[in-house]
């Protein structure tokens, strides 16, 4: 928590449940509000083996997820992977990209449905070694 450059507290165990993400080894052991010029998001960060293993944050809105989603390509380039589609009433896209320089995956995925429900999900973890942490 010292090294985090936001304030973080430590999850409830009912937060670490809400927030089991299959992408992410670990439990979210911390959570706090990221923020930039631009916009504020929950954060949680996981820890698996008393390594961080996976930061998850949530993206208010479509408008600031597409703020986002152009920072990562203009950063990134193209994604090393990418799809996209409609299941059921929702459509739902997501790009990976592969920062080497920094061992980390980046995840950035939406969905956005007919019946009102919109997520909008940033995700990093590390590229592979699974022994290793951010």
Known sequence: MKSSKIA????TPEDQAGHSIPLIRGAALL?????????????WLYFSDNKLSGVYLEIADGETASLIGG???????APAEKNSGTLGDCNFSTKTWN????????HFSWNVCDSGFRNFVLIYTPIDQPDNGL
């Open 8 to 11: 973080l507290s430590q999850s």
């Open 99 to 106: 920062d080497a320089n920094r061992g980390n995956r980046v």
């Open 71 to 77: 920072r990562l390509s203009n950063q990134y380039g």
């Open 31 to 43: 959570n706090g509000i990221y923020t930039t010029p631009e916009f504020k998001a929950p954060v």
